[in-house]
């Protein structure tokens, strides 16, 4: 049985309507060696690189010195991708395979996780960093890539908006619910750990959308940058389909991905607060353009200058950069 069919039989037994709470062993694990698992995670990265090292170190003289060395020249250059890449990672990680399955059965029967904001944000986040990388690759070995440049640059406003509405949506509006909160004690209190996997898939859209904010190639991004009419009917187009497949869900198994959402007791409202939240993110897209193109077409501020060190000492670059 493969890892997704084995959790999925694992959701089945565990989860219910009531949250699934009970001494069903993937919570029991969870509460006994949470550190354990943590360090198994690390300790098989630590034997990943070592035997990538060993691998490296037994390639031939040429092919070092032609693909690996040019590397140690690019290394800051890289590290920005690599950090977005790898945290996103690690949220999805954290999201489909560490944290067990917490989610009351009715909520994902029908549509699975897809259902839920987060999983949708962080898998277009690893997608967008994953080409990032890869771009950014293809420019230290020469290889310019049309279009990987004309995507992590056309839809770098709509990635830092989608990020950025993550994390206030989560911080500002999910947290602070009651029935959230509950939801999550109740599990602390079993030993799930539950506050520290969504502070890891909800807090790490904000960290990296804004890291690459200030290491982005300035110039790169306003010769790509969108007009604001594509910006506003692009994010609108993301909430439309996710507005219609939550509320398909709905339909379908009577629930709202988030509890305060049913608490609403009223399908139109949430229906409306989702179309709200279309509105607030295509506003947080214009906005975040605007001040992409003030910062390159006012040279009297100098305090971006100023924060965007890696674009003036390395001559741009960031996740998806260079040039």
Sequence with gaps: MSLWGKREKEKDDIVGDEGGLGGHPLVMDAKRTFTKRIWS??????????????????????????????????????????????????????????????????????????????????????????????????????????????????????????????????????????????????????????????????????????????????????????????IILSLHGFGTYYTIWVMLNYSITGYFPYPFMNGMGNPGLCFCFLCIMGGVGACIGVCSSMLISLVKCDEVIEVFKVANLYAIVFGGGGAGGGG
């Design 41 to 230: 995670e690390w300790r098989g990265g630590l034997s990943a690189c070592f035997i990538t090292a060993v691998t490296i170190l037994s390639l031939p003289e040429d092919f070092l010195n032609y693909y690996i060395l040019p590397l140690r020249f690019e290394l800051v250059r890289l590290m920005v991708p690599i950090t977005c890449f790898g945290v996103m990672f690690a949220a999805n990680w954290t999201e489909h395979v560490l944290q067990p399955p917490v989610e009351p059965k009715g909520i994902v029967s029908f549509s699975g996780k897809s259902v839920f904001f987060t999983v949708n944000v962080i898998g277009i986040l690893l997608v967008y960093y994953t080409l990032s990388l890869v771009g950014q690759f293809c420019r230290i070995y020469g290889y310019e890539n049309e279009i990987l440049t004309y995507v992590t640059y056309r839809f770098f406003v709509h990635v830092y908006s989608l990020g950025m509405m993550l994390s206030l949506f989560y911080y500002a509006g999910v947290l602070g619910d009651a029935d959230e909160r509950e939801n999550i004690n109740r599990w602390h209190l079993r030993g799930v750990p539950l506050a520290r996997y969504l502070h890891t898939t909800h807090g790490s859209s904000l960290l990296c959308v804004n890291l690459d904010l200030i290491f982005k190639n300035r110039d790169l991004v306003c010769s790509f940058l969108p007009t604001q009419e594509f």
